[in-house]
């Protein structure tokens, strides 16, 4: 039956060789992706794993799923290595690339279920079991018989996310699931991302940029950036540190005016005609900084708003800085 | 090891093939109108020369044409366009990631996209160049029957060799692409390479003496070249163990050398991109 399958990563690199000018006469130059990364996915449980582009995120996803061969280190899901034993590995994972897909343009979505069944060898009424139910989950009874090229964004998402587990995996990895899906699709997907993790006790890597993904699903988070492992710790810790930070926006009719701040907010950009202030709404909450800055003379319009990851990145390495 | 996931993909590829129809019957006015010039060509050569001891009979070059034309997309004219594709794309992670061998996996693909082309073809070309031909008067000009029983079962042995060189020619080019990350440069190459090296521009029994033995050695030969001296009962140097060793011999040694450089191209393979 099914094994209780973990992620383990120990001291990960990767360096490519990257050749400058894109000719054959270039100087090779060494980048480095990864340099020495742990962490451990305990099995049943969601983490989330954030960074900004060209942290390392995709080349780590790549490791993990047994496409990329790591420069040094060590990786085990479950008890394979997936670079060494990648036909046994991939056999019980499942993994969504939001951006790609992995159906086949010309058939249906039943066709193409159909068709991996015969890849994965799925017996015939495990795979009847799972696709009525996959089917069901993620409302694909519509659009079992158009061709993949038919469908929508969101439809397709629902059906790359299908795809990913008729085989049950023990493990899930999604990469940015949920990019460039409407409010609607992004519930129905992570709605059924935590029910699977609560009725299968799959186990589930999540890459995004969208902190509601990570809200609405992760256990725990993993923050990476150039390379190295910025934070590792269980949601509740981010949000309680972090994630609280709020982001208020507060135009003026003419120059803004000194702002006199309370504690627990900064001022953080001025422009001609606009204020940006970072404030921490557990020791300023927004309405008391609110009803501060309605004193102001000239106040025009007021917007809050949580930084971008990019920006708590940045912030990472500031604190890990000093 | 089950065999299902190469059957099933072998049944994929031959049914997006057979979908394009009307690509099989405008291919088909092609290869009549070419095959139709190349002999015309070879009636005034042969009949401006007849004292030349030539080391085909016309009939036999008119015989040659008509087959090479029938099985021209069964020749190794590039990669397979859907691995090209997501080489460029980087769709290609997704094969990386399924539970198959990717060589066995990729192969009944390319033999499928090979096959579901050529054999539709070669039929209706059989049909139209055979009997049709001879129906209508054109005895001279026809596709001649196989040599004799044997010969055809022979021929029949070394098609199937052929088709499983072409798809292993294939597979080299499919990693190439791989390689580059475009399927273009395996279309400019392969073409004139597969065109001239198979005998579908001119058959190589025609070369001069010194280049025709060494014609026979390399893998093209063995994908049509071979097989329609057989069908036809003509003489090989060596005898037809050796027509027939030289196809399994390129067999192996293609998927041998192709084996182990897919694996080493997989293993430092960088997808680009998220």
């Known amino acids: 039956m099914k094994t209780a399958a973990a992620i383990e990563v120990r001291d990960l690199r990767k360096t490519y060789q990257v050749r400058d000018g894109g000719s054959w006469r270039g100087k090779t130059r060494e980048i480095t992706a990864l340099d020495g990364i742990s962490f451990t996915v305990p099995a049943g449980e969601i983490a989330g794993f954030i960074g900004p582009n060209g942290a390392g995120k995709s080349t780590a996803i790549k490791i993990l799923s047994g496409i990329l061969r790591p420069t040094s280190g060590t990786v085990r899901v479950g008890d394979l290595v997936p670079w060494e034993n990648r036909i046994a590995h991939v056999a019980r994972i499942g993994v969504v690339f939001g951006q790609r897909t992995q159906l086949w343009w010309d058939l249906s979505v039943a066709e193409g279920l159909a068709l991996l069944r015969d890849i994965y060898s799925v017996e015939p009424e495990r795979f009847r079991r799972n696709r009525d139910r996959l089917a069901e989950a993620l409302d694909l009874n519509g659009i079992m018989d158009q061709s993949v090229r038919q469908l929508s964004l969101g439809q397709r998402m629902r059906a790359e996310i299908a795809a990913a587990l008729i085989h049950d995996p023990d493990v899930v990895i999604l990469d940015e699931p949920t990019i460039g899906l409407d409010a609607p699709s992004k519930l129905a997907v992570r709605a059924f991302v935590r029910d699977l993790r609560r009725e299968r006790g799959t186990t589930v890597l999540l890459t995004t940029h969208d902190m509601h993904d990570i809200e609405a699903l992760a256990d725990r988070v993993i923050v990476i950036g150039h390379g190295r492992i910025l934070a590792d710790s269980p949601f509740e810790a981010l949000q309680a540190t972090t994630l609280s930070e709020r982001i208020l926006e507060a135009d003026f009719t003419g120059p803004p005016p000194d702002l006199f701040l309370p504690d627990g907010a900064v001022e953080t950009e001025r422009g001609t005609r606009c204020v940006t202030i970072t404030f921490d709404p557990q020791r300023l909450p927004a309405p008391a900084l609110v009803a501060h800055l309605s004193k102001l003379p000239g106040l025009g319009d007021l917007r809050i708003g949580r930084p971008a990851i990019e920006e708590i990145i940045t912030r990472f390495y500031a604190d890990h800085a000093s | ?274």
């Open chain 2, 1 to 274: 090891m089950t065999i299902r996931p190469y059957v099933t993909s072998f049944v994929l590829q031959w049914k997006i093939g057979l979908r394009y129809r009307l690509a099989v019957l405008a291919g088909l006015v092609a290869q009549m109108w070419f095959g139709a010039i190349s002999l015309m060509a070879y009636a005034a050569v042969y009949h401006h020369a007849p004292d030349v001891n030539a080391p085909m009979t016309l009939r036999q070059a008119m015989t040659y044409t008509w087959i090479q034309q029938s099985f021209f997309t069964l020749l190794p004219l590039g990669c397979l366009p859907a691995i090209g594709e997501a080489a460029k794309s980087g769709a290609i992670v997704y094969d990386l990631l399924r539970p198959v061998d990717l060589w066995n996996w990729w192969l009944s693909a390319s033999l499928a996209r090979l096959l579901g082309n050529a054999v539709p073809r070669a039929i209706l070309l059989a049909v139209v160049a055979g009997p049709l031909a001879a129906l209508v008067g054109l005895n001279g000009w026809s596709l001649a029957p196989p040599a004799s029983f044997e010969a055809a079962l022979l021929a029949v042995v070394s098609f199937v060799l052929g088709a499983f060189i072409s798809a292993s020619i294939v597979m080299w080019w499919n990693i190439i692409a791989a390689r580059t990350l475009s399927p273009l440069g395996t279309y400019a190459v392969g073409t004139p390479l597969a065109v001239l090296l198979s005998g579908m521009l001119l058959p190589l029994p025609l070369y001069p003496d010194w280049a025709r033995e060494l014609l026979l050695l390399q893998p093209f030969a063995g994908i049509s070249d071979i097989p329609i001296r057989l069908y036809m009962g003509m003489p090989i140097p060596g005898g037809i163990l050796a027509a027939l060793g030289i196809q399994c011999f390129w067999l192996l040694a293609l998927t041998v050398i192709g084996r182990f450089w897919m694996n080493r191209t997989v293993s430092r393979m960088e997808v680009q991109g998220a």
